[in-house]
């Protein structure tokens, strides 16, 4: 169909994880489907780019005649600034990146290759969502996560998206879904706890793990939509003035010292 | 001296890069100064944290007696979180970044290692500023930058940050600076153009390059600023829910599909 929608697919757990199996299947309903996603797990890349080597591109047949594919040597961002370059022809309709294993919500989005490679696609001016389920397991049913995504993949190709603004999509690990409430991010942050161990030549060496410590008690947030049986939808940008603050650091007169 | 400020300095660039040795002369003047910076350039890691393998961090003697400094494996987020979990014995005073070899200015803040360090200690509550250099050269003069670095370091330390703040400064490359302006972070983008090779065995490789491109033409900007010859303060937040879209997801009833 040649008015068919374009669809651009990534994620960061890369191009073999059950997730974007899943997200793939989902959006092949709604129009022609391109895939380009890391060749293995990009998890906590951040807005990560490649610049000190080379990058691999290769075609895979991994998702059916119908969808091409590429899995990337590079990090998510990395794998739209490839298909934006080298693969497609014309500017996506949609850019959908997942569905991750593992919750974005919160200040956990600044970690996220899924979310990246979502606000990479924004960057270029792409309705971009990404997706994520609260279930690190490989073995995650995914069922309610795809009906998320039936939802909101069609809402957002019938709405359009306002300017430089791409959604954070989560969903809870629950039986039945309360609904899908659109939040904002919440306030919070991981207390780091490394894991010192000694290596067989006796040096030390850490582990990251930490706690994830909620301190916002608000009820319009993505942590109390999940927490509460529902998918958290928290519009994003990517522009980190903090206008608010301006005010207060003109009243410094720095121009003074200088 | 037992109630002299407490600094924390990282980069992204590595410990052994000129700037951060500018860095760490710059507020030595200020109080006592623990340096935990990457063990090799991580440029361009955005806001990437390792979960996949473990760090090692390792104390060197780079910046002379009075200065406790480790290298670590990581990149610039993780080498925050190391120094708050296992080097720091209280929170410090002040988390600065840098001097950056090249501008962050812009949308350059999401792939920036300097800022996520930067980032990184603002989540922790820290007083936190990246500083950048308008000169990849490593044969930069820091000079003007090391100025800058004074009176701004100096103007937080003295006056604080707004809560979850933090300050991008960026430093143009002129003989003499107009001044220092607090802005907003510029509209623009990078256009992708990879860099297409053939290696040895006949396979394709792509370098990621790109082209600046300037999609704003406020007076109020990053851009502006430094184009005019002035250093830029933009105040950052890590809270990225774009509230002015809300009311209009609302408005698509997406509970009416569950």
Redesign the interface.
């Known amino acids: 169909m040649a008015n068919e929608p374009l669809i651009l697919v990534s994620n960061d757990d890369g191009i073999t994880a059950p997730g974007i199996k899943v997200l793939v299947e989902c959006v092949k309903k709604l129009g022609k489907v391109v895939v380009v996603a890391p060749d293995s797990?990009q998890?906590?890349?951040?807005?990560?780019?490649?610049?000190?080597k080379?990058?691999?591109?290769v075609e895979v047949d991994l998702f059916g005649e119908e969808v091409l594919a590429y899995q990337c040597s590079g990090t998510p961002?990395?794998c739209v600034?490839?298909a934006?370059?080298?693969v497609l022809h014309r500017q996506p309709d949609l850019l959908v990146s997942g569905i991750n294993h593992g919750s974005n919500s919160s200040?956990n989005?600044?970690?996220s290759g899924t979310m990246?490679a979502a606000?990479e696609g924004a960057?270029?001016g792409m309705k971009a969502v990404g997706f994520s389920l609260m279930d690190y397991s490989y073995e995650a049913d995914f069922t309610m996560a795809a009906?998320v995504v039936d939802?909101?993949a069609?809402?957002v190709l019938k709405?359009g998206?306002?300017a430089?603004?791409l959604?954070?999509v989560n969903i809870p690990k629950v039986d039945e879904?309360k609904?899908?409430k659109?939040c904002?991010?919440a306030?919070a942050?991981w207390k780091?706890?490394?894991d010192?161990?000694i290596d067989p030549y006796k040096?030390?060496?850490?582990?990251?793990t930490?706690k994830f410590v909620q301190m916002d008690h608000g009820e319009d947030t993505d942590e109390w939509a999940l927490g509460h049986g529902s998918a958290s939808?928290?519009?994003?940008?990517?522009?980190?003035?903090?206008?608010?603050?301006?005010g207060?650091?003109?009243s410094?007169d720095?121009?003074e010292?200088?």
Not at 54 to 57: D, G, I, T, Y
Not at 203 to 208: G, M
Not at 233 to 246: C, I, R, S
């Open positions: 797990p998890s906590g890349m951040g807005h990560a780019i490649t610049i000190n080379p990058l691999r591109l961002a990395d600034k490839l934006v370059d080298k200040i989005i600044l970690y990246s606000m960057i270029e009906h939802v909101v069609a809402a709405n998206l306002p430089d603004t959604l954070n879904l609904g899908i659109v904002r991010q306030r942050k780091e706890d490394f010192e161990r040096r030390k060496y850490y582990w990251l930490g939808v928290v519009p994003v940008q990517f522009d980190l003035t903090a206008h608010h603050a301006m207060s650091i003109n410094w720095l121009n010292k200088i």
